[in-house]
């Protein structure tokens, strides 16, 4: 079956950098369009990035611009979140999404395979 495995989260300070990474299993990972996508306590999941399938286009929200940078590594069946300049607000849980259908999207509704998250906490 499929699995998306994050890992790479923890505490760090405002202004430091984390490096989240999702292994990829059980699927053809080439043809998927990955995201990366964040959930803050009481919020609603909301996009932060999404990779084409062949990693030459991406797509960044508005708040993590110039910060994140998505990366994906077809051989290795990984996608990587680079978060730089982290702040306070980027304190959620980060979720790892394939998408079978599109190379890419900003909706969460159309990815068809999420992991289980990973905590980023951002302390001012």
């Known amino acids: 079956q499929v699995q998306l495995v994050e890992s790479g989260g923890g505490l760090v300070q405002a202004g430091g950098s984390l490096r989240l990474s999702c292994a990829a299993s059980g699927l053809r990972f080439s043809t998927y369009g990955m995201g990366w996508f964040r959930q803050a306590p009481g919020k609603e999941r909301e996009f932060a990035a999404a990779?084409?399938?062949?990693?030459?286009?991406?797509y960044y929200a508005d708040s993590v611009k110039g910060r994140f940078t998505i990366s994906r590594d077809n051989a290795k069946n990984t996608v990587h979140l680079q978060m730089n300049n982290l702040k306070p607000e980027d304190t959620a849980v980060y979720y790892c999404?394939?998408?079978?259908?599109?190379?890419?999207?900003?909706?969460?509704?159309?990815?068809?395979?999420w992991g289980q998250g990973t905590q980023v906490t951002v302390s001012s």
């Open positions: 999404a394939a998408d079978a259908w599109r190379s890419g999207s900003t909706e969460d509704s159309e990815y068809d395979y």
């Open positions: 990779i084409s399938r062949d990693g030459t286009i991406t």
